[in-house]
């Protein structure tokens, strides 16, 4: 882990903030649980997939798909810069596998990506649409983004939770 990367407090917004504080706000808080989630856990609990319905369902491959996801969005979708993400039509799936990398590069590389995607929307009106869409989707704004970033990243916290949990036990709010 990078210095000063051991942080894992996270603020809320004002409780009376503008909307851009407040979407920001509430997705820096889902980001900075993500490294919370995973302080002090092992490498080899981080590898584990306990759920046999879903074997590239780990702790390492939840924050390498939350990267990857940050990317997606903000600079495939909303800036229509390539996709560099590893996934491909044939392994759809592959950022999910980490093979032998270090959770906290992955965590390091999770908080690289979210620097990225802040510096993206503080540059953009919430308003503005992304520049490309799959086939048969409408443009999303990037308020949509935020919003939808939010709910994706509070949904694998809750993933997160449980297979912490199902890895060594460690249970927290």
């Known amino acids: 882990m990078r210095p000063g990367r051991e942080n894992t407090s996270r603020q809320r917004p004002p409780a009376n903030a503008d909307e851009r504080t407040m979407l920001t ?29 879903s074997p590239v369902m780990t702790i390492a491959g939840v924050v390498s798909h939350l990267r990857w996801v940050e990317h997606g969005w903000f600079e495939t979708s909303f800036l229509g810069e390539p996709d560099r993400a590893p996934s491909t039509d044939d392994d759809p799936h592959a950022p999910w596998r980490v093979g032998g990398i270090p959770l906290a590069r992955l965590l390091d590389e999770y908080d690289e990506q979210c620097e990225r995607s802040r510096a993206i929307v503080a540059a953009h009106d919430l308003d503005e649409l992304e520049r490309f869409a799959p086939p048969g989707l409408e443009l999303v704004s990037l308020r949509w983004i935020l919003g939808h970033l939010i709910e994706e990243t509070a949904r694998h916290l809750g993933h997160l939770d449980a297979l912490r949990e199902l890895a060594d036990g460690v249970t927290s709010y």
């Not at 820096?28 to 609990?45: F, H, I, N, Y």
Request: glycine share 6%; net charge positive.
């Open 25 to 53: 706000g509430w997705l820096d808080w889902q980001r900075a649980t993500v490294r919370l989630k995973c302080a002090g856990l092992s490498d080899v609990d981080a590898r584990r997939a306990p759920l046999p319905s």
